[in-house]
């Protein structure tokens, strides 16, 4: 974190060495609020991650519906069957150290990456003197939330000043976040068992992960064929990584590629670029449902149907950008590149 501190610092200029002090400071109330929030969350990702499709223990074996007549009393019996199946895992998480260090390997990975995307925007905009809350963690239950969380978010509860904040607060998070990942999809890769087709397709239960250009990079160094290797805690946490950076990068809305959109190129283009991305994503969906069984498109177009509805807010200052954030917006446009995936999830 320090050196996003101080490239933020940089990129801000002298003046942002002087700390707000025009909005109040978060209390002991608030802290204890947010703290609660990360915890729930650590303990729902750390059932997630010894879960399918993240962990070893499957879910409902051989308990689909085989006909209609056998539909509704599967439905009927769910909440019960997932009951049993959350206390079973609770109980190997504590009496299973094998257990235990695979949840919270891929808990505080996940959780590692999170905080520091989005510390990346709550210090950028503490040093532009936005006022904006401390994260607020999303935690699920597990399996409806497959890492048991839904990311994490700070609310900006002031206006923006310039374009050149909107810009560093935009990028900040998909930057330290990016940064944060590298050392966990490193170890993760690195550390990959390789085995058999016949092993992979038993042990996934039909579910691939596509693999972004980052974690293909990263085997072609190692050698290792990501077709023919378990993944495992460090994989996944750097996965989801992934996958959270790049669509947080597309240029919609208010996400953060959304805001580096209309910091470089203004109001108008951030208003097309936002509806040929949905129109891209629709078309990816139906192209994924049908070609490779993929139906997370669909999830992805909802979202960015939703953001392209926002309006951007317009900053105070519309000075265009220097020249050194124009390089750091090709910088964020590689890591999106490295992070994208059109069809993450594919059903065999």
Not at 101 to 111: K, P, T
Not at 168 to 182: E, K, M, S, T
């Amino acid at each position: 974190m320090l050196v996003i501190c101080g490239f933020f610092y940089f990129m801000a200029g002298i003046e942002a060495f002087t700390l707000s002090e025009s909005f109040p400071r978060p209390g002991a109330w608030t802290w204890l609020r947010h703290f609660l929030f990360l915890l729930v969350t650590f303990v729902t990702s750390t059932i997630a991650g010894v879960l399918f499709p993240f962990g070893r223990t499957p879910v409902f074996p051989d308990a689909e519906p085989q006909s209609f007549d056998e539909f509704i009393p599967f439905i009927l019996a769910l909440p019960v069957k997932y009951a049993a199946l959350i206390g079973s895992t609770v109980r190997n998480l504590l009496t299973d150290s094998t257990y235990l260090v695979e949840g919270i390997s891929f808990s505080l990975s996940l959780l590692f990456i999170l905080i520091s995307h989005e510390m990346g925007h709550y210090i950028a905009c503490r040093i532009y003197r936005v006022d904006a809350t401390l994260p607020y963690f999303i935690p699920t239950p597990p399996m409806i939330g497959p890492a048991g969380t839904f990311g994490a978010f700070i609310k900006i509860r002031s206006p923006m000043p310039s374009r050149k904040a909107v810009f560093d607060i935009g990028v900040a998070g998909p930057i330290a976040g990016f940064i944060a990942l590298i050392p966990i999809a490193i170890i993760g890769v690195a550390t990959m068992q390789v085995a058999t087709p016949e092993q992979i397709a038993g042990g996934t239960g039909g579910l691939v992960f596509t693999d972004p250009l980052f974690m293909r990079a990263i085997a072609l160094f190692f050698g290792i064929d990501l077709h023919f290797a378990y993944g495992n805690p460090f994989y996944f946490a750097a996965w989801v990584g992934l996958l959270v950076t790049a669509l947080n990068l597309i240029p919609s809305g208010q996400l953060d590629g959304g805001h580096a959109i209309f910091a470089v190129f203004g109001e108008r283009v951030h208003y097309w670029t936002g509806r040929i991305a949905f129109v891209a994503m629709a078309i990816f969906s139906i192209l994924g449902w049908i070609y490779f069984n993929s139906p997370s498109g669909f999830l992805f177009t909802v979202l960015l149907g939703i953001m392209m509805r926002i309006k951007h807010p317009t900053p105070w200052d519309e000075t265009p950008l220097d020249g050194k954030r124009k390089l750091v917006a090709i910088l964020t446009l590689l890591i999106f590149g490295l992070c994208f995936v059109p069809f993450p999830i594919q059903i065999n």
